[in-house]
Nanobody
Framework: QVQFVESGGGLVQPGGSLTLSCAASGIIFRSYAMGWYRQAPGKQRELVAWVRIGGGTAYVDSVQGRFTISRHNDKNTVYLQMTRLKAEDTAVYYC??????????WGQGTQVTVSS
């Protein structure tokens, strides 16, 4: 059974930083591109950053230059370093494969709230 466990969220002031972690189990982690998705209140879930099997990374424009995704295959873990956080980054953050693989469910996510 595939499981993703996200952690590291919290309340942070604008301009602050957080690092999220996602531990995966039940998959051959190194065989998948992995991504961080987020869902803000009233909005659809969106992919914001992904890391390919070979380690190459990509970001949506809204987080480019502020977020850094990385993976540690030996630990089956993917990370998201977030800096210069903005109110619009407030969302529940999830990890999953990229693209999302049929039959793999979402974890519970980790809440990130950016507010003064």
């Amino acid at each position: 059974q595939v499981q993703f466990v996200e952690s590291g969220g919290g309340l942070v002031q604008p301009g602050g930083s957080l690092t999220l972690s996602c531990a995966a189990s039940g998959i051959i982690f190194r065989s998948y591109a992995m991504g961080w998705y987020r869902q803000a209140p009233g909005k659809q879930r969106e992919l914001v950053a992904w890391v390919r099997i070979g380690g190459g990374t990509a970001y949506v424009d809204s987080v480019q230059g502020r977020f850094t995704i990385s993976r540690h295959n030996d630990k089956n873990t993917v990370y998201l370093q977030m800096t210069r956080l903005k109110a619009e980054d407030t969302a529940v953050y999830y990890c999953n494969t990229v693209p999302v693989t049929s039959g793999i469910t979402w974890g519970q996510g980790t809440q990130v709230t950016v507010s003064s």
